[in-house]
């Protein structure tokens, strides 16, 4: 388990390195809790 982990987090980390920048900013911003995300909203929908 803690190697699949580990492997998710690097392919992860992979694919935030050549994201555009105003989506790396605003994971960041959801990360820091600047964003709240509604899961029960987007389930309604």
């Known amino acids: 388990m803690k190697e699949d982990l ?3 987090i690097k ?9 555009p ?3 790396r900013i605003k994971i960041g911003k959801i990360l820091e809790g600047k ?3 509604s899961l029960l ?5």
């Open 6 to 8: 580990q492997a998710t």
């Open 35 to 37: 964003i709240k995300l």
């Open 11 to 19: 392919k992860v980390g992979a694919k935030y390195k050549n994201a």
């Open 41 to 45: 909203e987007e389930e309604k929908q």
């Open 21 to 23: 920048m105003s989506l």
